[in-house]
């Protein structure tokens, strides 16, 4: 069945640091792939998303690029802030049987230190 | 805000008893999803309605049941309810139900079983 795995949390910077949170995954077919983030208390908005193979998802100075040779959506960031502290899942949809559903990785908390 | 509202935001009730989780999605939506998130399941993936219809159902138990509404919005209910099924229900509304489709997620309704 399809699955994704992200790297486990939590992930702790300094302000202004560099952002690589990975995410790989296991599927049939050409799913299209998400980053949701989750704030405290919160539900999850949509941050970025790739829907076919060398696409690039951008949002708010996140950036993921779907590669299918690696199977691999890591989400960056070049300059974090403290703002950004939060909870990220990678997710996958999948056509099945005319439907699709989001198949959600595990969710990496990210710390930013001011 | 994403569009998407739940009632109730908490609640408490007791085992064995009966609740109801009510969700509207977006203006336009045809798609409702129900989700589960607790601390050691993650996200998972309940069910599907595509306009008034079930179209895909995840990791749902028995006890639990949903459905969808002429003017589109959506109940699910949680019956002979126990302490395992304490966790956080979102709902996500989408326009149609592809895999290009974004899922936009409402605030989440957070339910304890005493």
């Known amino acids: 069945g399809d699955s994704v795995t992200q790297m486990e949390g939590p992930v702790t910077l300094s302000e202004e640091a560099f952002l690589t949170i990975n995410c790989t995954y296991t599927a049939t077919g050409y799913p299209s792939l998400f980053w949701y983030v989750q704030y405290p208390g919160e539900g999850l908005q949509l941050l970025l998303k790739a829907t076919k193979a060398d696409d690039k998802g951008s949002n708010k100075g996140f950036e993921a690029t779907y590669r299918k040779e690696t199977t691999s959506f890591h989400l960056e960031k070049g300059s974090v802030q403290v703002s950004d502290s939060a909870v990220y899942f990678c997710?996958?949809?999948?056509?099945?049987?005319?439907?699709?559903?989001?198949?959600f990785g595990k969710g990496t908390m990210l710390l930013v230190s001011p | 805000d994403s569009g998407v509202t739940q009632t109730p935001k908490h609640l408490i009730t007791a085992t064995g008893q009966r609740v109801t989780l009510r969700c509207s999605p977006r203006s336009g939506d045809l798609s409702v999803y129900w989700y589960q998130q607790s601390l050691d399941q993650g996200l998972q993936f309940l069910i599907h309605?595509?306009?008034?219809?079930?179209?895909a159902k995840g990791n749902i138990l028995e006890r639990f049941s949903a459905q969808q509404f002429p003017d589109l919005h959506s109940e699910l209910n949680l019956s002979s309810l126990e302490l395992g099924d304490s966790a956080l229900y979102f709902c996500a509304s989408s326009v149609a139900q592809g895999r290009t489709d974004t899922q936009y997620f409402g605030p989440g309704t957070r339910l304890t079983v005493l």
């Open positions: 309605y595509y306009n008034g219809e079930e179209r």
């Open positions: 997710a996958l949809s999948a056509l099945r049987s005319g439907y699709s559903t989001l198949t």
